[in-house]
């Protein structure tokens, strides 16, 4: 059987996203040939664009590195930026469920490819916000982003991890606030706290990602003088 190999752009792109979420980008290590296998099994399935691909494709991701997280849905809250992700198990299936279906009902003029990509890239900002497991979920949405650009007959996007900050302001607009009628309905006092806690929340994110790059450029730095 002939073997399936890859371009120096789909490497780079896997690569790249890999080191996003701090994982190797090296050929070899099990994060590196986890992400190539399950790129591999994504573009063998593209014609089956459902949850369960998706489940294999996290599957294979993790099956090495997080066991108890690969192909699992994940049944507790997670925190996105500033914001608390609490849906149960299901609300998460039904949700994954409806922008599947929305992508496989989508049509385009051939020619529209300003267009392709934007509801590409706004698909991939509503899967991110589902964030259906406990880990991966850039990585996992990575793949389903650039296997919807080539089936859409468009290039691979290599979104750099010196460049992720760009990338990371695609969602900023994105976050749900609380609902306005139920904000209104609360007393002052209440009102008060939950804006002081979402700005010590966006304060928290900040700090987090300052603290990521800081230890992410001393772990390049004690590498190099190894």
């Not at 070899?28 to 399935?45: H, L």
């Not at 949700?95 to 509801?119: A, C, G, Q, V």
């Not at 990585?139 to 296997?147: A, E, Q, T």
Request: charged share 35%; aromatic share 10%; glycine share 4%.
């Amino acid at each position: 059987m002939k073997k399936q190999k890859l371009t120096k752009e789909e490497l780079l792109f896997l690569g790249e996203s890999n080191k996003i979420e701090r994982e190797s980008d090296a050929i070899g290590s099990e994060a590196m040939d986890d992400a190539i296998k399950a790129w591999k099994f994504a573009k063998k399935s593209k014609n089956k664009f459902c949850i369960e691909t998706l489940l294999k494709i996290h599957k294979i991701l993790l099956g090495r590195i997080a066991p108890h997280y690969a192909g699992v849905i994940r049944t507790s809250a997670v925190m996105i930026g500033n914001e608390i992700r609490s849906q149960s198990k299901e609300e998460i299936i039904k949700e994954l469920t409806e922008l599947f279906r929305d992508y496989n009902n989508i049509n385009f003029i051939s020619s529209d490819k300003e267009s392709m990509e934007e509801y590409i890239k706004q698909w991939h900002i509503k899967y991110e916000h589902v964030h259906p497991f406990g880990d991966s979920n850039g990585r996992s949405g990575r793949i389903l982003m650039n296997l919807q650009r080539l089936d859409k007959g468009l290039p691979i996007l290599v979104i750099y991890d010196k460049e992720k900050h760009e990338y990371y302001k695609w969602f900023q607009n994105q976050k749900v606030k609380m609902n306005p009628a139920i904000f209104k309905k609360l007393d002052k006092k209440t009102q008060v706290y939950v804006l002081k806690m979402e700005r010590r929340l966006a304060e928290i994110e900040k700090e987090k990602k300052e603290l990521d790059d800081k230890i992410y450029w001393l772990e390049r730095a004690e590498k190099v003088t190894l």
